[in-house]
């Protein structure tokens, strides 16, 4: 299969010549290493904290990596004797050194591993103009000078923070095809930076050594940007190198590379910098796959030198406006930003329409049916869920829920190997969200009947109404693009709170923590129809199908099967989808709307251009639509368009009486240049037939 990353506004700049990208492997010359302790002789409270992390206990705990069952199995189907000694397993979770003349392990991935083997640096490193001497007592002339000799000998410096972070990824994004494909070593799941620092943080030389100081603000920010970056660069080397284009590890590689590109679009969004354009163009068109080594190859040098020049000219004092995105927030500019530009959708999504039939889900309903679903891990608020409820929302969430949901990126890290992800990978369910991420016209004429204004944007993000059902929308990303269609959570249900205990823990336990027993015909018919059974009376006049007609449960699940435990009888599952669906009461019959396709083709056709690069500014982005408030549209009165064809939901004639109904209207076309008018201007011109098209069927006024 190929794949190409289009970038809205994304043309492709000469990049000068540089020095070489940042160090993509972490392999340590074991001549070179000097071990952990000869650092913990001056860094003892680094030392001490390192004892600590996981990091640490791979070599001393009472379960050592070697010592792991699913290690060995791994090592088993590699032909690896011995993990500790001359083994590939060395590179990344060892540290290793030359004893009677064979390379083996003596801790595991410690200092070292991150800031260079030390047997070059660590008698002058801390060395101040020939003499110890207090650090406050040296100037910044001095500080670069003892830098730059420091880099010289091998080492991996915080004031190089790209060339040090980068290191994480040699290891953490797993770059080598026969270790996963062969092996059945995980692909390597989400990998949050700050996050992933903090948990090993050993600032100590920051607060002069009074206590382990947390990571800066202005730093967060920086790494808010390099994590994107180093994970689409170190995505594009590992695919470079990748052999067969149709494996799964060339199909995770290639979900990575879009997930990180997407992050690195929303950063765009919110502030102005010379180098995330850069990164963003140089990444727009790129062919991604297993093969393409010269193009990739070219893709990632530049996308390092690019990321290496933020990491340098940047000190994260002037990205403010990042802080709301680290937060969970809309990504709205704060004052004092480093170009801020406010996110040009949060006006559309705070101005969604009131709730037209029904109350929210409640937020103890769970994926089970029944128990209560465990609340949110507590953290920063985030971004209010649009009003936007009816019988479809009270549906579509409950299978979800309100508990966090982590996206299938996590899943995926562990079930790279049991056939979950590469059927995944294959399956239409992975598809799902690409109509609306495409702004395909009848994606796009049913969101814009649905909200009552142009929603070619609102109808991908993560808040609106449709991404319910076509889009996994991981928690805190309810303002963002949604990257990913159907996936682990909407059936199995939010795995926040279950995914690191689930395999271990009982049945009943997984279920107290949120988890869906699918076993249950019951819990399946209600997750299955939360989605393929649409009873939203406004949802289907906007021309959305029903979903239910030719849906078969037991035969839609033999056609997923993706595991290996078998599955209720089919005269069971039939039984409980029949239920589920008397027990929600038939579908509305209702007349369905239509909108003039000269409209929705301008409205798709502007879409399909801010994605394919014509737009302005980063991204393409040309800034908040205007001239859209909220409207609220009855869900008893769906919009109907006499003339266009009056028909069920499900596509038979309506009978009966049609008194109440708008009289035939003319909206007056649109005038032939629009597909070149402005974005706002065009957006206007759709307002103002809409706004006619409600007036004059009861809609608004």
């Known amino acids: 299969m190929i794949r190409r990353l289009v970038l809205v506004g994304a043309t ?64 088993g189907k590699l032909g690896v004797r011995l993990i500790r000694h001359d083994s590939l397993c060395l590179s990344c979770h060892f540290t290793p050194t030359l004893s009677g003349g064979r390379v083996t392990a003596f801790a595991g991935v410690s200092c070292e591993s991150c800031h260079g083997v030390a047997r070059g640096w660590i008698t002058v490193h801390n060395t101040f103009q020939g003499q110890r001497v207090r650090r406050a007592a040296e100037s910044a002339a001095q500080r670069r000078e003892r830098v730059e000799r420091n880099v010289a000998l091998g080492m991996y410096t915080p004031e190089r ?13 797993v770059p080598e095809e026969t270790l996963v494909e062969t092996g059945g070593h995980t692909s390597g799941g989400s990998f949050d930076l700050a996050a992933r620092i903090d948990a090993i943080r050993h600032n100590f030389v920051a ?34 190198a990748a052999g067969n284009a149709e494996s799964g590890y060339a199909r995770a590689l290639v979900r990575r590379a879009e997930r990180a590109l997407r992050d690195l679009s929303r950063i765009g969004r919110v502030v102005s910098v010379p180098e995330v354009d850069r990164l963003l163009a140089t990444a727009g068109g790129l ?96 971004p209010a869920i649009p009003a936007v409820e009816g019988e479809l929302r009270k549906r579509i969430r409950e299978p979800l829920g309100r508990a966090r949901v982590v996206g299938a990126g996590e ?10 992800t590469e059927w995944w990978f294959r399956d239409p369910h992975n598809r799902s969200a690409r109509p609306l991420l495409e702004r395909r016209p009848k994606a796009v004429e049913i969101a814009t009947l649905y909200y009552g204004r142009a929603a070619g944007e609102l109808m991908v993000k993560g808040g609106s109404v449709c991404m319910g059902c076509h889009g996994t929308v991981p928690t805190g990303d309810e303002a963002w693009e949604v990257a990913d269609g159907v996936s682990c959570e909407h059936c199995h249900g939010p795995a926040g709170e279950y995914l690191k205990s689930h395999q271990e823990a009982s049945p009943a336990e997984r279920r107290r923590l949120g988890m869906a027993d699918l076993g249950d015909p019951a819990t399946r018919a209600r997750a299955c129809s939360s989605c393929h059974y649409v009873t939203d009376p406004r949802l289907l006049a906007s021309g959305h199908p029903p979903g239910s007609e030719g849906f078969e449960l037991a035969e839609r699940s033999a056609k997923i099967v993706h595991w290996d435990r078998p599955q209720p009888a089919a005269t069971a599952l039939g039984a409980a989808y029949r239920q589920t669906l008397q027990s929600r009461g038939p579908v509305p019959q209702v007349r369905v709307a239509r909108l003039d396709p000269a409209v929705v083709r301008s409205a798709a056709g502007t879409a ?67 597909a070149d008018r402005p974005l706002d201007e065009l957006l206007l011109l759709v307002k103002e037939r809409i706004d006619a098209l409600f007036a004059a069927t009861g809609g608004g006024g």
């Not at 993509?24 to 409270?45: F, I, K, N, W, Y």
């Not at 393409?292 to 933020?310: I, K, Q, V, Y």
Request: aromatic letters at 4%.
């Open 287 to 382: 062919r991604l796959e297993a093969g393409n080594r010269a193009e990739l190859t070219h893709g990632f040098e530049r996308l390092a030198e690019a990321a290496r020049s933020f990491s340098e000219a940047h000190d994260g004092s002037r990205l403010g406006a990042l802080d709301a995105v680290l937060a969970g927030g809309t990504g709205a500019a704060v004052e004092g930003g480093e170009g801020e530009a406010a996110d040009p959708f949060a006006e559309l999504l705070a101005a969604a329409p009131e709730a037209a039939g029904g109350p929210a889900p409640d937020a103890g309903a769970a994926a089970s049916g029944g128990g209560a679903t465990p609340a949110s891990a507590p953290g920063p608020a985030r």
């Open 161 to 173: 923070i790209y060339d040090l972070v980068a290191r994480c990824y040699g290891c953490h994004l």
């Open 608 to 674: 399909a251009s801010r994605s394919a690069g014509t737009g302005s500014g980063p991204g393409g982005l040309t800034g908040p639509a205007s001239g859209y408030g909220a409207r609220s549209i009855p869900a008893a009165r769906p919009a109907f368009v006499p003339g266009a064809g009056a028909s069920t939901a499900g596509g038979a004639p309506l009978a009966g009486p049609t008194s109440g109904w708008a009289a035939p209207i003319d909206l007056e076309a649109l005038p032939a240049d629009a």
């Open 411 to 420: 899943c995926g890290s562990c079930h790279r190997h049991a056939r979950q």
């Open 207 to 240: 607060s002069g050594r009074s206590g382990n100081a947390p990571l800066p603000p202005e730093l967060r920010r920086k790494l808010a940007v390099l994590g994107p970056a180093l994970e689409l660069e170190h995505g594009l080397r590992a695919l470079a």
């Open 12 to 75: 492709l700049i000469p990049l000068a010549a540089g020095p070489p990208p940042g160090a993509s492997a972490t392999r340590l010359d074991p001549a070179m290493t000097v071990g952990p302790e000869a650092c913990g002789e001056c860094h003892d409270s680094e030392f001490a904290v390192w004892r600590e992390t996981a990091h640490a206990r791979l070599y001393a705990s009472e379960e050592p990596l070697n010592r792991r069952p699913r290690a060995q199995e791994i090592a």
